[in-house]
């Protein structure tokens, strides 16, 4: 059964930096992608950050420069850190993989983690 949990969530200043973790379990995590998104209010999920199993990873735009992320293998995790927040990170941050079963890629999701960035 694949579960994936996030934490870390919470609410910080402008400027300031966040770390996000998601736990992985049920499925061979070294061998695959993980992906963290995010929905604000209003709008739709977006991806914000893909690490692959190699562990290139990639960044949309408005977070590049200002966020990584990390894969531990070892532990089952994966890392969000989360620098010069700006009130528009705002949102409910899901970790995300695909896996490949009997012939159909299926995705799965954690429960979400808020990050509420405000003064």
């Known amino acids: 059964q694949v579960q994936l949990v996030e934490s870390g969530g919470g609410l910080v200043q402008p400027g300031g930096s966040l770390r996000l973790s998601c736990a992985a379990s049920?499925?061979?995590?070294?061998?695959?992608?993980m992906s963290w998104y995010r929905q604000a209010p209003g709008k739709e999920r977006e991806l914000v950050a893909t690490i692959s199993s190699a562990g290139s990873t990639y960044f949309t735009d408005s977070v590049k420069g200002r966020f990584t992320s990390s894969k531990n293998n070892a532990q089952n995790t994966v890392a969000l850190q989360m620098n010069s927040l700006k009130p528009e990170d705002t949102g409910v941050y899901y970790c995300?993989?695909?896996?490949?079963?009997?012939?159909?890629?299926?995705?799965?999701w954690g429960q979400g983690t808020q990050v509420t960035v405000s003064s």
């Open positions: 049920g499925f061979t995590f070294s061998s695959n992608a």
């Open positions: 995300q993989t695909s896996i490949y079963t009997s012939g159909s890629l299926l995705h799965y």
